[in-house]
């Protein structure tokens, strides 16, 4: 969902995308091949595929996320990222991913003051087949 908002002293797009093994996934049904998946459903398996080099998921979930918020407090600029993830089949790795490399904006990291929820706002990044890019 986009949205413009005041956060901090920039106005910014507010684009949120929430995945993670934690909550707020939810499970009424977990699909384990793509017959009967939604348009939506297929197009977010399809790229976790691609971000992890052809591996596909071993099970799709539909996420609840959380309404967009009225406001958010800024904590502050986000320098880097670190996630864990098996890319090539071969277990677990870290990879980073520090934003502002090649000059380009560095997104602000702030939080719903309502849920105490992270948000990943704006930046000059993009996720793309090959990982984070900015």
């Known amino acids: 969902m986009d949205r ?5 002293r920039r106005r910014v797009d507010l684009a949120f995308i929430e995945a993670a093994k934690a909550p707020p996934f939810t499970t009424s049904k977990t699909l384990r091949n793509s017959r009967g998946m939604s348009g939506e459903l297929q197009k977010a398996a399809d790229f976790y595929e691609d971000l992890h080099w052809g591996i596909p998921p071993k099970a799709v ?3 609840k996320v959380p309404r967009t918020p009225k406001a958010l407090a800024e904590l502050g600029e986000l320098e880097s990222v670190v996630y864990s993830t098996d890319k090539n089949g071969d277990g677990f790795s870290n990879y980073e991913h520090e934003f502002g490399e090649e000059g380009g ?6 939080v719903d003051p309502e849920n105490k929820k992270l948000h990943v706002v704006g930046g000059d990044y993009t996720v793309e087949d090959r990982g984070i890019v900015d």
């Not at 413009?4 to 901090?8: A, P």
């Not at 904006?105 to 702030?110: G, I, S, W």
Request: glycine share 8%; charged share 45%; with cysteine.
């Open 4 to 8: 413009r908002c005041r956060c901090g």
């Open 61 to 63: 979930k539909r996420a």
């Open 105 to 110: 904006e560095k997104p602000l990291l702030a």
